[in-house]
Nanobody, 118 residues
Framework: QVQLVESGGGLVQPGGSLRLSCAFS????????MGWYRQAPGKQRELVAT???????NYVEPVKGRFTISRDNAKNTVYLQMNSLTPEDTAVYFC????????????WGQGTQVTVSS
């Protein structure tokens, strides 16, 4: 079974940056599309960015130009570089995985908390 472990969150001032990591295990990483989700207090979990096995990335509009998703297939890890952070980016961030054409995994890791505050 695929396991996902997120890390790299923390407290950062508005305008600051963080890089999140998600370690993947339990299957062949390079076959999976990877995604970053976030869930803010009182809100539904939302998909933020995805990256295909070949490295093609997509983003939701609020993070375009500020966030960059990347992957290292040799390290079985996906990253989310977050720049120009605002308080609206405060959330628990989760990663997920799917084989292209199928659904995202129906379970989640523990996530990593990102708090943007002065």
């Amino acid at each position: 079974q695929v396991q996902l472990v997120e890390s790299g969150g923390g407290l950062v001032q508005p305008g600051g940056s963080l890089r999140l990591s998600c370690a993947f295990s339990g299957s062949i990483f390079s076959r999976y599309v990877m995604g970053w989700y976030r869930q803010a207090p009182g809100k539904q979990r939302e998909l933020v960015a995805t990256i295909t096995s070949g490295g093609s990335a997509n983003y939701v509009e609020p993070v375009k130009g500020r966030f960059t998703i990347s992957r290292d297939n040799a390290k079985n890890t996906v990253y989310l570089q977050m720049n120009s952070l605002t308080p609206e980016d405060t959330a628990v961030y989760f990663c997920n995985a799917k084989v292209s054409g199928s659904s995202w995994l129906g379970y989640w890791g523990q996530g990593t908390q990102v708090t943007v505050s002065s």
